[in-house]
Every structure is written in structure tokens, then in C-alpha cells.
């Protein structure tokens, strides 16, 4: 098992910048591909982006390519999530997950066994 927490929310600005983190503890962080997913107030829960157990891949949802950027440090058992020109439409509560190498479609949450509980990020206009 691995466990995930996810750090680096809060409230900024529209224009503003946050950068949110997940720590892995548990099972070797490298076995694991890692996502970012998000879920507003009465939305459901949406893919934001992902990372290749070994970083060389990267998706994205359309909505935040050019503005968000993740990023992995197996040596710190840490994934991050680079996030710039926030928007409104970006307030959400941010989720981190990570599944098994052959376990699915990155975008798709069905495939990640592990969830962090989330941080909540606010962006106002």
C-alpha cells in the first residue's frame, strides 16, 4: 500500500500561482503512475493531469494545458503539481492518486487503488 497527502492549497488571486504537493509513504513510490484530480461543489470528480512512473510522461485535461505542470521526485517520494494563471473555474478540492503501471488509462479514476484527502484550492476573481 502507499500513502498519499497532499499539501499546498489555499486562496489566491485569478492570475496568481500555486504549486501543490503529494507525499508518498508506504510501498516504493516509482512502482506507481500519479494523478491529480479535482472536484468542485456539486461536480464530479475530473482528471487534471498525470505523470509515468518514471517521468517521462506526462497528459494533461485540455482545460489546463499551457497553465498547469506536474512533475515527479522519486528521490523524495513526491509529486507535484505546478499550477499558473489560475482561474475561478480552478477552485476546487485537489486530489492526489496513485495506481499500479498497468492499471488503466491515466485520466481514468477507476484505475487509481490510493487517494490522498485532498487540499482545497480557491481562486477568486
Known amino acids: 500500500q502507499v500513502q498519499l497527502a497532499e499539501s499546498g492549497g489555499g486562496l489566491v488571486q485569478a492570475g496568481d500561482t500555486l504549486r501543490l504537493s503529494c507525499a508518498a509513504s508506504g510501498r516504493t513510490f516509482s512502482a506507481y503512475d500519479m494523478g491529480w484530480f479535482r472536484q468542485a461543489p456539486g461536480q464530479e470528480r475530473e482528471f487534471v493531469a498525470a505523470?509515468?512512473?518514471?517521468?517521462?510522461?506526462?497528459y494533461y485535461v485540455d482545460s489546463v494545458k499551457g497553465r498547469f505542470t506536474i512533475s515527479r521526485d522519486n528521490a523524495k517520494n513526491t509529486v507535484y503539481l505546478q499550477m499558473n494563471s489560475l482561474k475561478p473555474e480552478d477552485t476546487a478540492v485537489y486530489y492526489c492518486?496513485?495506481?499500479?503501471?498497468?492499471?488503466?488509462?491515466?485520466?481514468?479514476?477507476?484505475?487509481?487503488?490510493?487517494w490522498g484527502q485532498g487540499t482545497q484550492v480557491t481562486v477568486s476573481s
Open positions: 492518486a496513485a495506481k499500479e503501471r498497468s492499471s488503466g488509462p491515466f485520466s481514468t479514476s477507476a484505475g487509481y487503488a490510493y
Open positions: 505523470i509515468s512512473w518514471s517521468g517521462r510522461s506526462t
